[in-house]
């Protein structure tokens, strides 16, 4: 009783393509897809560069923002 045969698995796919239809699941399929991509890309670009010297040495990149507020150059008057 512990595992599902592999026709329990078979009902409960053809309960899902019922329930929600073929064009949605490709839907839902591509749109986790192009979020899974897009957390890789975003991973990989990251907010660091390696130093093609010393590989070991990561340093990050600062970005300058209009919106962007630096806490530590405030200071309370």
Known sequence: MGSFS???WLI?????VLVFG???LKNIGA???GAVKG???GIKDGGASVDPVNPAQVTAQKTS???TVD????TKS
């Open 31 to 33: 749109d986790l897809g």
């Open 12 to 16: 409960v796919l053809v309960i899902v």
């Open 22 to 24: 073929t064009k949605k």
């Open 71 to 74: 806490v530590e150059a405030k």
């Open 65 to 67: 923002d209009a919106n």
């Open 6 to 8: 592999i026709w329990h």
């Open 39 to 41: 957390f890789k890309d």
